[in-house]
Structures are given as structure tokens and as C-alpha cells.
């Protein structure tokens, strides 16, 4: 038997590799708030369940959070050079092509 047979057989996996997890599991248990227990439940109920995030997430707006990282992304996008198109040091120049930062369309034989 290979390494990786032996590690993944499930004796093995649940008893051995998996004990740690399993026991802060069973310490800990699962413990959902007032919003999201209901969810749950009409989601075990009808399989299918909506809410607005703000309603998760006590009030608060996420999307702040999230709009102020994203924009950092960007910022840092904007400052990297621009890469190499064709010749070498770009072999795949068709991701660039996908992306709309030029290249070559693979279609267009």
C-alpha cells in the first residue's frame, strides 16, 4: 500500500489524523445566533432561505468593509506594469486576450 492509501483508508483518517479535530468539535458543539437558527431552520424546512446581510451581521454594513478592500485591490492592480503581450517572457498571451488586456485571440485562426 502507497502513503496516501493507507492515510486516506477512513479508520485511519477518522480515528488518527482527525481525533484533534473531532474532540474541539465535540467541546465546543455548534452554538448559532437568534437570526441564524431561524435561517437554518427554514432552510431544513422549505430548502431555501432569504434574508438581508445586514440582518447577519447584527445592523452593521459589511459592504463598507468589503468596497474599501476591493478599491484597495484595484489601487494595487493599477500600479503593477503593465506585462509583456507577445515575444518572450509571455507564453500565454491568450489569458491577456480573456482579460481584455490585448494578446492573441485563440479562435482566430
Known amino acids: 500500500m502507497t502513503y496516501f492509501t493507507v492515510r486516506n483508508w477512513?479508520?485511519?483518517?477518522?480515528?488518527?489524523?482527525?481525533?484533534?479535530?473531532?474532540?474541539v468539535w465535540q467541546a465546543h458543539g455548534r452554538s448559532l445566533g437568534g437570526k441564524v437558527e431561524d435561517l437554518a431552520a427554514t432552510l431544513c424546512r422549505e430548502g431555501i432561505a432569504v434574508t438581508h446581510i445586514r440582518e447577519l451581521f447584527g445592523g452593521a454594513d459589511p459592504f463598507a468593509e468589503?468596497?474599501?478592500?476591493?478599491?484597495?485591490?484595484?489601487r494595487e492592480h493599477r500600479q503593477?506594469?503593465?506585462?509583456?503581450?507577445?515575444?518572450?517572457?509571455?507564453k500565454k498571451d491568450f489569458m491577456l486576450y480573456l482579460w481584455g488586456g490585448g494578446g492573441t485571440n485563440p479562435g482566430a485562426s
Do not use: D, H, M, T
Open 10 to 23: 477512513w479508520p485511519i483518517w477518522y480515528y488518527i489524523l482527525n481525533r484533534e479535530a473531532r474532540s
Open 80 to 90: 503593477q506594469p503593465e506585462p509583456k503581450v507577445s515575444g518572450k517572457g509571455f
Open 66 to 74: 468589503l468596497q474599501q478592500y476591493a478599491e484597495g485591490l484595484l
